[in-house]
Nanobody, 115 residues
Framework: QVKLVESGGGLVQPGGSLRLSCAVS????????MAWYRQAPGKQRELVAV???????NVTNSVKGRFTISRDNAKNTVYLQMNSLTLDDTAVYYC?????????WGQGTQVTVSS
């Protein structure tokens, strides 16, 4: 079955950049949509970015112009490039894959933006 393994989280200064990776096993072409979510302490999990099997992408307004979701099918990997990071971006970031009717989740990777 589909398994998602995330990497790339860590500590970064405000204004810095970070790239998250999500390695997918089980076949990316069997997945209709992949996404990145994040959850800050005490807050609900929110959708950050999505990419469809056709390559269409969208990001939530709060990260528009700063975050980019992409994929490398040859590597079976989805990325989230995060630039101009702010304190509000601190959260656990989760990779998500949707293939009806199942949602698959990665284990989460911590992103901490701090001076």
């Amino acid at each position: 079955q589909v398994k998602l393994v995330e990497s790339g989280g860590g500590l970064v200064q405000p204004g810095g950049s970070l790239r998250l990776s999500c390695a997918v096993s089980g076949g990316i072409f069997a997945i209709y949509r992949m996404a990145w979510y994040r959850q800050a302490p005490g807050k609900q999990r929110e959708l950050v970015a999505v990419i469809t099997s056709g390559g269409s992408t969208n990001v939530t307004n709060s990260v528009k112009g700063r975050f980019t979701i992409s994929r490398d099918n040859a590597k079976n990997t989805v990325y989230l490039q995060m630039n101009s990071l702010t304190l509000d971006d601190t959260a656990v970031y989760y990779c998500n894959a949707y293939s009806y009717p199942i949602n698959y989740w990665g284990q989460g990777t911590q992103v901490t933006v701090s001076s």
